[in-house]
Structure formats: C-alpha cells, structure tokens
C-alpha cells in the first residue's frame, strides 16, 4: 500500500514521528504542540489521539489517489466515545466544489460521519458504528462511481453515483495537499483542528486500488 502505519513494536510514551512502512516516501510527524502518545487499549497496541491538539502530516497524496481515482483506506481502531464527526485519516481538501475533500471519519453523523469528501457525495455509517471496543473500518472507492464503506469486515454503506475530483493542491501556493491522520486539510493547506479524532489507531493502511 501507499501508507502503511502501524504501533505494533512501538515503546509507550510520546511519538512524535510515525514510521509510514508503505511505498509514498515520508514519515507523519506531529505539531509540536499535540504529540500523539502509544498507549495500549484493551491489551492491543495503538497511537492514542486526544482530540484536541494531537495529529499528524505526512507526505504529499501521490496523484494516484487524487482527482476521480481508486483508492481504499482501512483502520483498526479504538474510540472511546462517539461524536458527530472524527476523523481518521484524510488527504484533499475542504471546500467546494463538491466531492474534492476525501476524509475517512469515525462519527455519528448520518450524512459525513463515515466519509467527508464535500457535499453529495459525502457518506455516513448508517448506524453500523460501534464505540468504547476495537473496531475495523474501511473505505473504497471504484475510481468510477461506487463507494464502499465497512463495518468489521460487513458492507456499511454504499453509493453508487458517486463524482470524485478529490484536490491535489492548496489555493494559497499551488503546494501538493498532504495526507494527515486524525485531522483534515483547509483549502489553503493547513490543518482543521476542529474535527480531530479522539480514538486510537492500532493499524492504518491505504491503497491506490479498490479492495473488496
């Protein structure tokens, strides 16, 4: 895959740079006020967010994840409280025009809280969530127009007319959008701290492909 972050083998206590092991060259590293910790939840392993200042940026998305193309997103993870929208990972862009942000998200909401991506082609869980336990989630998308999300290994939610332009750069410079966990990307390429995830993420992986 292109990311590939895992906290398996990873000392407890503040991590301030994630190892990404897939092929995108470059690592996820934290602001220097919200430094992720590794903390073991209900005897697994994970990189515990708090919600308020913790997240991580990574490489620029390659352009094999942006525009209309394939891609899934997959993450085994722990929230302990369910909200409206958290995010678990993400690359693009808030803002319109519709369908060019592309966040993977853990909330309630019925219309966004799996799937930010802006606008219609937006998804939600469908009620198939589950909070205060070890979960597995993913997302794929067909890079034509059927989007996918899953529930422990079950269909969640699906779109079949979905329009995808998801954002390769920001409007302040022209610079390549990166992929960022826990948090989302603003137009101009900063990171939005008002919809950090408060979970934790054992594993995290995405693909430029769609995966059944």
């Given at each position: ?80 409280e ?5 995010t ?50 993913a ?40 992929f ?33």
């Amino acid at each position: 895959g292109l990311v590939d972050l895992t906290a398996a083998g990873l000392p407890e206590g503040e991590l301030g740079t994630w190892e990404n092991q897939g092929m995108v060259e470059g690592d996820f590293v934290a602001p220097a006020e919200g430094v992720p910790s590794v903390t073991t939840v209900d005897g697994i392993k994970g990189v515990t967010f708090n919600g308020s200042t913790d997240y991580y940026t990574g490489p620029a998305a390659p352009t094999a994840v942006t525009g209309f193309r394939a891609r899934t997103i997959e993450a085994w993870i722990f929230n302990p409280e369910l909200a409206n929208e958290e995010t678990i990972f993400s690359w693009g862009s808030r803002g319109e025009p519709a369908g060019r942000n592309m966040s993977f998200n853990h909330g309630t909401n019925p219309t966004f809280g799996a799937v930010g991506h802006w606008g219609a082609p937006d998804l939600g869980w469908d009620g198939n969530i589950a909070g205060g336990r070890w979960t597995y989630v993913a997302y794929t998308y067909d890079g034509i127009s059927s989007g996918v999300t899953y529930f422990d290994g079950t269909e969640a939610t699906r779109d079949n007319a979905l329009y995808l332009d998801t954002r390769d750069v920001d409007s302040a410079g022209g610079n390549p959008l990166p992929f960022r966990v826990a948090a989302q990307n603003e137009l101009n390429g900063a990171a939005n701290t008002g919809l950090l995830g408060s979970l934790t993420i054992a594993k995290l992986r995405v693909h430029n492909q769609e995966l059944d």
